[in-house]
């Protein structure tokens, strides 16, 4: 069956499901208003989502044959935010807010939630979960106030990128969408260096290369030299994304799949 978000006949948002025939609504967390369900993930044969509770506050809940019910309550009297939920090494990791702090990293065995890590004494932001390598991947804002790729093997984070002094990713990065995309054996992502703005990066796990440089500088048109690169997208075999040309404007690319060799 296919789960969604749909308004009902009295204009709240909720969770449906269709076999593709019929629709049926399922959740009814906030009676009194929207629920808003967002942020779906598959754990333990469990329909893990982001939805609003009685009270207004967004949680996490799961579903299962036995029905609706509200696995995170972070902060008893205020939203917990849940988001960015990816299942690694057993557990489900996501985002979260902390009261007084702001976001931070969290998981749960589906009975139990921990906290992961705390980055800096403030918001981690931490966004874009993703598993690579045995390792889950993620964007935070380290002790400096500058946002980095991080990893973590479920015990230890540590610090992927450092390519500039300073944001290595842009401050509206956290839009929901990917931009951690795993291609050919290797991470790749849009990120900002010190010279000449935002290029295609990867990572094989242990260093860092830049991948695009599809503009220079030029003084009027572009002064940073910045290709714009987003939504990267792996599609039969080669990587397409939208950047900035400065002779075409914006314009759809692709990375083409190196011929293997006998």
Known sequence: ??????????????????????ITQVSDTNPSGSDTPSDFAIYQNELYFRSENMAGHSKLFKLNQEGISQV???????????????????ELYFSAYVESMGNKLFKTDGKMISQVVNINSGNDEPSDLKVFKNNLYFVAINEQGYRKLFKTDG??????????????????????????????????????????????????GVGISQVSNINEKHPQINPTGSDF?????????DLFFSAYSNQVGLKMFKLKSEPTTK
């Open 72 to 90: 995170s309550d972070i902060n008893s009297k205020q939203h917990d935010a849940p988001e960015f939920l990816q299942v690694f090494n057993g």
């Open 229 to 237: 690169p987003f939504n990267l997208m792996e599609y039969n075999g």
């Open 155 to 204: 015990t230890k984070v540590n610090q992927v990128s450092n390519i500039r002094q300073g944001s290595d990713f842009a401050v509206d990065y956290r839009n929901k969408k990917s931009h951690l995309v795993e291609y050919k054996g290797e991470l790749y992502f849009v990120a900002k260096n010190a010279s000449n703005g935002f290029k295609i990066y990867k990572t094989d």
């Open 1 to 22: 069956e296919l789960y969604l978000e749909g308004m009902n006949n009295d204009g709240y948002l909720k969770l449906f499901k269709t076999d593709g025939t019929t």
